[in-house]
């Protein structure tokens, strides 16, 4: 027998940041000056990264280009591994993810690569908490409850046949 299912979310959009929650602005304002810094010489495209730790620290990462491609990093990428290598136990609980051209803020919200899903996905399934995406552009903000709302059907250690951490 066929079935047709249906995958389908909801998320949250912000026309204003004055709308947003304190602590999602000042996600918003970090991953905004990060961006600041990343280095993307070849596609003008600068993405900053930010994440709100259980104590309440923010890590941040920016995406770094290489004329190798591609031997880049995105920022989503560059900050969750800030967050792994120097925060191991302290587990992400947002990432705000903002994106600039040389004429400033991206109109459009940035929207993770499937890469970067897959490492959220996993960090989600390391630390068993679920991490709120704030996706932030000029004319509004998105917030998303979990990865598994962008990544639906996600290949995760299930599929390896092994036991949960």
């Known amino acids: 027998m066929i079935r047709t299912k249906n995958i389908s979310f909801s998320y949250k959009e912000y026309e204003n940041t004055d709308e947003l929650d304190s602590n999602d602005l000042e996600l918003i304002t970090a991953a905004r000056e990060t961006a600041l810094n990343a280095y993307a010489p070849y596609s003008k495209f600068k993405v900053g990264a930010a994440v709100r730790l259980e104590s309440g620290m923010i890590v941040r990462g920016a995406n770094v280009e290489n004329a190798a491609f591609p031997s880049g990093i995105c920022a989503e990428r560059s900050a969750l591994s800030n967050s792994v290598s120097n925060h191991y136990n302290d587990k992400p609980t947002a990432i705000a993810i903002v994106s600039i051209k ?6 459009d919200v940035p929207s993770p690569c499937g890469n970067c899903r897959q490492v959220l996905a996993e960090e989600e399934s390391r630390t ?3 991490i709120r995406i704030i ?4 004319n509004k903000t998105l ?9 639906p059907l996600q290949f995760n250690r299930k599929n390896l046949n092994l036991t949960p951490l």
């Not at 996706?135 to 000029?138: E, V």
């Not at 998303?144 to 990544?151: A, D, H, M, P, V």
């Open 102 to 107: 040389e004429d400033g803020l991206t109109e």
């Open 128 to 130: 068993g908490n679920k």
């Open 135 to 138: 996706l932030s552009g000029k």
């Open 143 to 151: 917030i998303i409850e979990s990865i598994s709302n962008l990544l």
